[in-house]
């Protein structure tokens, strides 16, 4: 397949080897496909690339343009594609069921659904075994707010700031990012400060930012709260992992004062961080209600909430029902990927990849000023872009510039943080050593070349 770039500097980055031809393209090109979407889609602000991006096939982590031209994947479709595009065990699974049974509701009984929510209960730690399957994050997430309302007959819900939990109208009130937020009435939502180390602050100092939480508590509600909710590396605003220690203290806050903790496990789930399967595990913390989404389904639109049976009874005062949650295809398809992630090691690899692609970003701060944190654990690496590091004054249009560059090379990444200073490198758990490596050496010529 084609390499990065048709031109012969000796230093150009080159994508890995991959021995895979994608499909000959007959379809629609670039221009045609993006007039229809600017005539028939919504607008959005979210980012595009400037010249439109059109792309055809998914194999592993790469992807493939209209004319053939392969790019690594270094994003997975928003931190989504865990296995790999078109896995080969996940697609056969999903064909397989396809072919018996595409819908059934929860009024009649079938195994697909049944042998997931059994295979996901066994991956969570203490009373967590009882499981709900929704559509998507903030679908999860709703449900989570919820379960959280009813169960303490509170209503209050805290979150952190820099916090993204969805975009409907009640997780809009969680996540607390201005770039995602509409002037809709919230609800009782508190956003606390956010322990981030780099720009928080108290720093890393857990113990502080923890008291904060309290005198919000105290100061700002009844004394009782419903809940509270957090990512343990938050994804869209620019995978910061929070202070360590900072969860245990809080989750001990919050039972205090009669709420229950949730942890939204959206990105950082499934082995993802590469120390543990779940990320609320890297802070020593076991929730009462968990949200998932992104990775669970490789790509299916495919959520779950997870709780105990405790909090689970609750539902029951009302019929707890949506259509198509469970359905068997991508049932069929997310206990495949639990099975794919299991049986090829993806955990221990995101560790091994993950802090190799660490180390070496580090080291890279010593040659580019502009670099002014590397963060994050196995394949959610964080990488935010300042034009003065003690002021950490945030780079955006040099990040704007280096997002286009590093397609050019032909690696594609994400991009995040309230100020889009931050680009995101969590690709399909495939991602090799070379893949990383190639990540970096991109990431030194563009910013050389800016
Ligand atoms: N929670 C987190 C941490 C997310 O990153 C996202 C999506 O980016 C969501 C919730 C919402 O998920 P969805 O887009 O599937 O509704």
Same mark, same amino acid.
């Given at each position: 397949?084609?390499?990065?770039?048709?031109?012969?500097?000796?230093?150009?980055?080159?994508?890995?080897?991959?021995?895979?031809?994608?499909?000959? !393209?007959?379809?629609?090109?670039?221009?045609?496909?993006?007039?229809? *979407?600017?005539?028939?889609?919504?607008?959005?602000?979210?980012?595009?690339?400037?010249?439109?991006?059109?792309?055809? @096939?998914?194999?592993?982590?790469?992807?493939?343009?209209?004319?053939? *031209?392969? !790019?690594?994947?270094?994003?997975?479709?928003?931190?989504?594609?865990?296995?790999?595009?078109?896995?080969?065990?996940?697609?056969?699974?999903?064909?397989?069921?396809?072919?018996?049974?595409?819908?059934?509701?929860?009024?009649?009984?079938?195994?697909?659904?049944?042998?997931?929510?059994?295979?996901?209960?066994?991956?969570?730690?203490?009373?967590?075994?009882?499981?709900?399957?929704?559509?998507?994050?903030?679908?999860?997430?709703?449900?989570? /707010?919820?379960?959280?309302?009813?169960?303490?007959?509170?209503? =209050?819900?805290?979150?952190?700031?820099?916090?993204?939990?969805?975009?409907?109208?009640?997780?809009?009130?969680?996540?607390?990012?201005?770039?995602?937020? !509409?002037?809709?009435? +919230?609800? +009782?939502?508190?956003?606390?400060?956010?322990?981030?180390?780099?720009?928080?602050?108290?720093?890393?100092?857990?113990?502080?930012?923890?008291?904060?939480?309290?005198?919000?508590?105290?100061?700002?509600?009844?004394?009782?709260?419903? =809940?509270?909710?957090?990512?343990?590396?938050?994804?869209?605003? $620019?995978?910061?992992?929070?202070?360590?220690?900072?969860?245990?203290?809080?989750?001990?806050?919050?039972?205090?004062? =009669?709420?229950?903790?949730?942890?939204?496990? %959206?990105?950082?789930?499934?082995?993802?961080?590469?120390?543990?399967?779940?990320?609320? @595990?890297?802070?020593?913390?076991?929730?009462?209600?968990?949200? /998932?989404?992104?990775?669970?389904?490789? =790509?299916?639109?495919? $959520?779950?909430?997870?709780?105990?049976?405790?909090?689970?009874?609750?539902?029951?005062?009302?019929?707890?029902?949506?259509?198509?949650?469970?359905?068997?295809?991508?049932?069929?398809?997310?206990?495949?990927?639990?099975?794919?992630?299991?049986? +090829?090691? *993806?955990?221990?690899?995101?560790?091994?990849?993950?802090?190799?692609?660490?180390?070496?970003?580090?080291?890279? /701060?010593?040659?580019?000023?502009?670099?002014?944190?590397?963060?994050?654990?196995?394949?959610?690496?964080?990488?935010?872009?300042?034009?003065?590091?003690?002021?950490?004054?945030?780079?955006?249009? @040099?990040?704007?510039?280096?997002?286009?560059?590093?397609?050019?090379?032909?690696?594609?990444?994400?991009?995040?943080?309230?100020? $889009?200073?931050?680009?995101?490198?969590?690709?399909?758990?495939?991602?090799?050593?070379?893949?990383?490596?190639? %990540?970096?050496?991109?990431?030194?010529?563009?910013?050389?070349?800016?």
């Amino acid at each position: 397949t084609t390499s990065a770039s048709a031109t012969h500097d000796a230093h150009l980055p080159l994508l890995p080897a991959f021995d895979y031809q994608p499909q000959p !393209y007959k379809g629609p090109l670039a221009d045609e496909v993006f007039a229809k *979407r600017k005539k028939f889609l919504g607008p959005s602000l979210f980012h595009y690339y400037q010249k439109p991006l059109n792309i055809v @096939e998914g194999k592993m982590q790469y992807l493939f343009d209209e004319s053939g *031209r392969r !790019y690594l994947d270094a994003f997975a479709g928003i931190v989504t594609v865990s296995c790999g595009h078109c896995h080969p065990e996940v697609l056969n699974a999903i064909m397989e069921q396809g072919k018996l049974l595409q819908h059934a509701t929860t009024i009649y009984l079938h195994h697909a659904i049944a042998d997931f929510a059994e295979a996901l209960a066994s991956k969570m730690p203490g009373n967590l075994k009882v499981v709900y399957f929704v559509n998507s994050g903030s679908e999860a997430n709703e449900l989570a /707010m919820l379960m959280a309302r009813l169960y303490t007959g509170n209503l =209050g819900m805290i979150s952190l700031r820099n916090s993204y939990h969805g975009g409907s109208s009640s997780t809009i009130g969680l996540t607390a990012l201005n770039t995602w937020k !509409y002037p809709i009435p +919230e609800g +009782e939502i508190h956003h606390v400060i956010n322990p981030d180390p780099y720009r928080g602050v108290f720093g890393s100092d857990a113990t502080r930012y923890a008291k904060e939480v309290q005198d919000h508590i105290d100061y700002g509600t009844s004394g009782n709260v419903a =809940g509270f909710i957090a990512e343990t590396i938050q994804g869209v605003g $620019g995978a910061v992992e929070l202070a360590p220690g900072y969860l245990k203290l809080v989750y001990d806050i919050i039972h205090k004062a =009669g709420g229950v903790c949730i942890a939204d496990e %959206v990105q950082t789930g499934f082995g993802r961080t590469g120390s543990h399967y779940w990320g609320f @595990e890297t802070q020593g913390v076991i929730p009462d209600i968990v949200t /998932m989404a992104k990775g669970i389904g490789n =790509g299916l639109p495919l $959520g779950a909430v997870v709780t105990t049976t405790e909090i689970a009874s609750v539902m029951a005062q009302k019929i707890q029902f949506n259509t198509f949650g469970g359905n068997p295809v991508c049932s069929a398809g997310g206990l495949a990927v639990l099975q794919v992630l299991d049986k +090829e090691k *993806r955990q221990s690899h995101c560790d091994v990849v993950g802090s190799h692609l660490l180390e070496r970003l580090k080291s890279l /701060m010593h040659r580019h000023e502009i670099i002014g944190d590397v963060r994050g654990r196995g394949l959610m690496v964080g990488i935010e872009l300042v034009t003065d590091r003690k002021e950490k004054i945030p780079a955006k249009a @040099e990040t704007a510039v280096l997002f286009e560059k590093l397609r050019e090379l032909g690696v594609l990444v994400g991009k995040g943080g309230l100020h $889009g200073n931050v680009f995101r490198i969590k690709p399909p758990m495939c991602f090799t050593k070379d893949d990383a490596d190639f %990540v970096v050496d991109a990431l030194d010529y563009a910013i050389s070349t800016l």
